[in-house]
């Protein structure tokens, strides 16, 4: 089976140039997406990634984080995966309870000893392989940094 491509013409919500994009879907949901989607031509999606990527690395450098190597597209996206993850991080932090300060101190070493795993990382590809990271993934390895604390 063969699907046709539709071409249509948007307009750039910043600089509302005119430009030419093909949708594969069917000519009335494609009609729907052309009206309702934010569309932004290449050059003003590729100033906004930019902005968006020096945005982001600046708030990483706070909070320890190296600059991410590799292209310019593997930084951009790799940089918005460390910081979607970072907050997934963020959110596991915020959620735990302790039943002591001793406790306490322990998952605060062992969340330092995490980010310190992580601010080494500085190429794209590794963020970018590791993108599908959840929770419970970050979980996992906390408890197990605890562990090796606890053996101390």
Known sequence: MTEEIFNYTVRCRTCRCKFEVQLF???EKNLF??????WFCEK??????????AQLTNEHKNVGFQEITGTQKM???AVK???DMLNKVRYLQ?????DS???KEKSERAFEMFLSEWQAQTEAKWWIDHRNMNVRDISKRIGEISEAISKE
Do not use: Q
């Open 75 to 77: 930084v951009s996206w």
């Open 33 to 38: 997406l052309v009206d309702k989607k934010t």
């Open 44 to 53: 003003c999606k590729k100033e906004y990634f930019d902005k968006r990527t």
């Open 81 to 83: 995966i460390r910081a």
């Open 101 to 103: 300060h001793e406790a």
């Open 25 to 27: 879907d069917t000519h």
């Open 94 to 98: 915020e959620s735990l309870t302790f």
